[in-house]
């Protein structure tokens, strides 16, 4: 039980450390950048504006918010005491929204996209891969090189097919959004029609996505384990091949799961790109109105929550994997 | 050496990624050079122009020299062309509700019978109680075109003269003119863009473009990845923790953050095609670095390794002698997949608007933003976006294969897989 | 004379390679063993040895195939019986082993008692899971295991452990006959003699009724067991009980075999053989006569032309060569 702690104490405290981090990268890397960037954002985001009282309340905003007549630490200082508050500024494109809102508006939509998508995605993936590991020749010679086709089609162009083909050609899926413009957010049995109706294209896209590349993972790790020492000893001790089969998926499915958390960050920064394609409302869309927009708090607030939605998955898939897998457990012991 | 290249051609999958990559890259170089319009010039004035070849109308209706007459289903090609499946389905309506004609007898398919109930039933003056009035005038359109298209009494030429307009001549309507011999005809093999540019031209420069972005991103963070992971694997200790927590640290933290935080950074003047390059290299190098640094600690304590340390060579000289040549396979794969992984990234930071800011050039992820703004799937352009996709992940793909046909040669345990 | 548990007459297997040649790896193989007794097969790597005890067990899948020949265990030939009847009712149940690499032989992610079970559900699928839990705990005593290893991961275990619990589960439904694939070339000298007192044991206490023991060391199997065979390329080349085997070889391969230290499978393929120079011939392409006459310093023309039978000089005493027994002694007293 000691060790567990330990292990786990160890877990967290590395990611707190690296949550530390990233959020002065967040700070610190758009400051080091060379000449003004403060500046050049000030006058990116007011150009184009004529209402002078706008203006001025904008570069105020910037000047508060950067507390430019300060030093870099006593800023950095600031910005963490605010982030303990859960004060990210106000938006500018939004005004007076403060970022926070708008993000906690948003994450919600890409959260429900995202995890049940990746989930499904790489479920089915390492199904299909474990599939054709084991029987091998036709299926495997067939739906192989799609899946390596697949998994290297950017996320974004596969929604756009995906919009292309199911809502502009064969209009039988909304075109964007999160649901239909004409509604509001409730419990109605319309407004959840609307929401699935919008939903199924990202998260299709998503999953097709997904499949792609773990299918092709799961498939050579079973190979591997198909030549494993146990499976031949089961198989003289009598044991069924079915039984034999679910040994080899469970111990090739367990790779899988740190393969996953490896490569969450690029999947989760792939699909973020996606959503600007549905137009979903999620941290994708906000993130790129906020890139349009000059909206630099935005911008910022945006590439903290992503930070730290891979975060915490990889934290939780850490933490999963040290539970699921003995190899682990036993190592936990040892130390 | 010589072998082992051998060896990687005979991996049908190396060849067959090899094989893709060469035609694209092959496409990319050549193409620019035969096609005679340039990448970013502009020449269609309408956006996202159809695929196909454009004659010049004038010059098809002046020219007599090549006329001659082709006896050909011409009216009938004509109806097909001028009525979409949805107008026919309407007429038909039309003459079963208020034709008299029994349902079911006609259909869309007999268009002769269906165009000789219709011009014997249809009556224009006819008010059909509840009809709104938008439907009666789109049925007196589509009765004008029908009428026009059947009309085989040709077309009158005319020109502007002193005395107002002289006929010059009547063009019957079965007269045919050789495309060659048109002066002025365009083809656009995949159609313009938004801005009138030709395709197929301007994709085949941003190919070379985006491969370029690749190749910067992929040689600068390969070469971070290999100097870290060779200092940290052959040093250890400290160096070692130091570099590895590092690592750890931007394997967690997504890159995909780290571009956007610096792009959005760098104001939009000074960021070029290298620049953006650049900084995709400096934020991918940990991949690279991990691998490698795993690498030569495995190598560390062999045998020809430990003889170079005692015979008291230098800590550089037996890194490359006999450390480098033992990794280079991996550094040539981690290369490979760090250019298409360049690629990619160059595409999503163009989608966010966040990519080269320039006109001067076309990458890849440009066309996409710029297909994007003008709504090019709304409007079913799909000309302008699909080979734009599809090259990302024809390029994303052969050099995937490439590294997988590497992978088993140089890793033989994997062979089977 | 004790009941006869397993009988093999003339078993032949293959290989098929992926280009469709066939390797006869297992040629014409007789054997017998009573109740209570254990054999030895000792030979080279690559002699078709592990091949044998595969064949052994009656149940054959790609590349290895079975060609001719009857496995008799305890009067009931399964040579005939379909694979999955064999899978079900034989393998495990009457006929068990022991792998080579006992040390990745577990699932490393599945408890030991599950395991267990699976093997026992395998054959008997009414057995409850406390009558295999107390099944269990009794045989692991047996073999000085505490009953918490059963529910510990392979992972957890020592290699020793690992080993022993190895032969705990390959043994736990009494088999009639149990074939031991080296099971202790991976350990030093101690764990090896411990793995040999171990399974001596299993048989006094009848737990397991014969065995079979495979190693390239034929010095190894005097201690071991009670008769012992040498095979050379897929056919057996002498056999006798162990004593006489060891002190009074009449083959020269055997003879070889006493005199050298093999060089064990894994790592390089070279055999350091001080007595015996060269390599054994390649399966796909046997050589005519002898298959030992390239590397025999006594063989003569005849012996790469004629095939040479098996020759029975004594009782249960038989070898595989031209020359006459009282020629060899003569030959290799006047080496020495």
């Known amino acids: 039980m000691k060790g567990y702690v330990k292990y786990y104490g160890q877990k967290v405290a590395w990611y707190v450390l690296t949550l530390i981090i990233a959020v002065a990268l967040n700070f610190f890397l758009p400051r080091m950048m060379p000449g003004d960037p403060v500046r050049a954002i000030v006058n990116e985001a007011t150009t184009g504006m004529t209402n002078a009282s706008a203006i001025q309340q904008i570069e105020q905003q910037y000047y508060e918010r950067f507390g430019l007549d300060k030093s870099l630490p006593e800023q950095f200082l600031t910005y963490v005491g605010n982030l303990f508050k859960g004060d990210l ?3 500018f494109t939004q005004y007076p929204r403060p970022v926070t809102d708008v993000i906690g508006e948003s994450v919600i939509w890409t959260l429900a996209l995202q995890i049940p998508a990746i989930l499904v995605g790489w479920f089915i993936g390492n199904i299909l891969g474990a599939v054709a590991a084991y029987l091998r020749k036709g299926f495997d010679k067939a739906v192989m090189p799609l899946f390596m086709f697949l998994s290297n089609m950017p996320a974004f162009g596969m929604a756009i097919i995906m919009v292309w083909v199911f809502a502009v050609t064969l209009k039988i899926a909304p075109l964007s959004g999160g649901y239909g413009y004409d509604l509001l957010p409730s419990f109605t049995p319309e407004f959840i ?9 990202p998260f299709f896209s998503i999953i097709l996505i997904t499949i792609g590349g773990q299918a092709i993972g799961m498939r050579s790790m079973s190979i591997y384990e198909l030549n494993a020492d146990y499976v031949k000893y089961s198989r003289f001790l009598g044991i069924k091949d079915r039984k034999i089969i679910g040994y080899v998926f469970r111990n090739a499915m367990l790779p899988q799961v740190t393969g996953l958390a490896l490569s969450l960050g690029t999947m989760i920064g792939g699909n973020i790109v996606a959503e600007t394609i549905f137009s979903y409302p999620g941290i994708g869309t906000t993130l790129l109105a906020g890139i349009t927009g000059g909206d630099y708090p935005l911008i910022s607030g945006s590439t903290l929550i992503i930070t730290l939605m891979v975060l915490v998955a990889n934290l939780v898939i850490e933490i999963l994997y040290g539970v699921i897998d003995p190899r682990v457990k036993a190592a936990q012991q040892d130390s | 050496m010589l072998h082992q290249i051998k060896q990687v051609f005979r991996s049908p999958k190396f060849i067959v990624g090899f094989i893709i990559f060469m035609i694209i890259l092959l496409m990319a170089i050549f193409y620019p050079l035969i096609s005679s319009v340039g990448p970013m010039q502009s020449i269609s004035k309408a956006p996202f122009t159809a ?11 002046r020219d007599t020299g090549g006329q001659l007459t082709l006896e050909l289903p011409i009216v009938e090609n004509r109806i097909e062309d001028a009525l979409t499946a949805d107008e026919k389905q309407k007429m038909i309506t039309w003459l079963e509700d208020n034709g008299g004609v029994a349902a079911g ?3 869309a398919d007999d268009i002769e019978t269906l165009i000789n109930t219709w011009n014997s039933t249809y009556d224009p003056t006819l008010v059909v109680q509840g009809m709104l009035t938008s439907a009666r005038e789109e049925y007196k359109r589509i009765d004008i075109r029908v009428k026009s298209v059947l009309s085989v009494t040709g077309v009158t030429i005319a020109e502007q003269g002193e005395d107002g307009l002289e006929v010059t001549g009547t063009i019957d309507y079965k007269r045919f003119i050789n495309v060659n011999d048109v002066a002025n005809t365009f083809t656009f093999p995949l159609g313009a863009d938004n801005f009138g540019r030709d395709v197929l031209t301007e994709l085949t420069s941003a190919i070379l473009t985006s491969l370029r972005v690749g190749l910067i991103a992929g040689l600068i963070a390969t070469a971070i990845g290999l100097a870290l992971g060779l200092l940290a694997g052959y040093v250890g200790g400290l160096v070692d923790n130091l570099i590895t927590f590092i690592t750890n640290l931007f394997t967690v933290i997504p890159s995909f953050v780290l571009l956007i935080l610096i792009s959005n950074s760098i104001s939009s003047s000074a960021r070029g095609v ?11 190098w940990p991949w690279t670095c991990r691998s490698v640094r795993s690498q030569v600690i495995s190598l560390r304590n062999r045998d020809h390794v430990n003889l170079s340390k005692l015979s008291g060579h230098s800590m550089p000289k037996i890194i490359l002698r006999d450390i480098l040549p033992y990794v280079a396979s991996y550094v040539v794969m981690a290369l490979i997949l760090q250019i298409s992984s360049g690629i990619l990234a160059e595409a999503q930071l163009s989608m966010l608007g966040l990519g080269p800011s320039t006109t001067e050039v076309a990458t890849l992820g440009l066309m996409m933003n710029w297909s994007q703004k003008f709504s090019a799937w709304q409007v079913g352009a799909w000309w302008a976006f699909l080979p734009v996709i599809l090259s990302i992940a024809f390029i994303s793909f052969s050099l995937n294969l490439m590294n997988t046909g590497l992978d088993q040669v140089f890793n033989p345990q994997l062979r089977d897989s | 004379m004790g009941k006869v548990m397993l009988e093999v007459k003339e078993l032949t297997t293959k290989y098929v390679t992926r280009f469709n040649e066939d ?15 254990s054999l030895g097969i000792a030979g080279e790597s690559g002699c078709g040895k592990s091949t044998l005890a595969l064949s052994l067990m009656g149940y054959y899948f790609s590349p290895l195939h079975y060609t001719s020949g009857d496995i008799i265990i305890d009067g009931v030939n399964i040579s005939g019986m379909k694979p999955d009847e064999v899978r079900k009712s034989i393998l495990g149940n009457e006929i068990a082993y022991i792998p080579q690499a006992a040390m990745n032989a577990l699932n490393p992610t599945q408890k030991i008692i599950r395991f267990v079970e699976d093997v026992i559900h395998a054959h008997d699928p009414k057995k409850s899971k406390k009558e295999i839990y107390d099944m269990a705990v009794e045989r692991f005593k047996v073999l000085g295991l505490p009953p918490e290893v059963l529910q510990r991961h392979a992972v957890e275990l020592s290699g020793g452990m690992k080993q022993r619990t190895v032969i705990a589960i390959s043994t736990i439904l009494s088999p009639k006959v149990l074939i031991a694939d080296e099971p202790s070339s991976a350990l030093d000298v101690t764990s090896q003699k411990m793995v040999i007192k171990m399974m001596r044991e299993l048989m006094e206490k009848g737990f397991i009724k014969s065995m079979i023991f495979i190693t390239h060391e034929l010095p190894l199997l005097y201690n071991v067991t009670d008769d012992i065979m040498v095979m050379y390329a897929g056919q057996i080349v002498e056999k006798g009980s162990a004593k006489e085997m060891v002190f009074d070889p009449v083959h020269p391969y055997s003879k ?14 070279e055999v350091k053989l001080e007595a015996i120079p060269g390599t054994p011939p390649n399966l796909k392409n046997p050589p005519d006569g002898c298959r030992f006459a390239a590397r025999c310093k006594y063989a003569k023309l005849e012996c790469r032309t004629y095939d040479v039978p098996e020759k029975e000089f004594r009782d249960g005493r038989m070898y595989r060569c031209i020359h006459d027994v009282e020629y060899l002694k003569e030959v290799y007293g006047r080496d020495e």
């Open chain 2, 51 to 61: 695929p196909g070849t454009y004659v010049n109308i004038e010059d098809a209706v």
């Open chain 1, 89 to 91: 500024g106000t938006s």
């Open chain 2, 274 to 284: 290298e620049v953006v390059a650049m900084v995709i290299g400096f934020t991918a």
């Open chain 3, 23 to 37: 390797v006869y790896a297992v040629d014409h193989v007789s054997l017998k063993i009573e109740e209570g007794k």
């Open chain 1, 193 to 201: 029609v609307s929401l699935i109706s919008h939903y199924a294209l």
């Open chain 2, 105 to 107: 007898e006609l259909s």
């Open chain 3, 256 to 269: 070889g075999l006493m005199g050298s230290i093999i060089v064990p499978e894994a790592g390089t393929r």
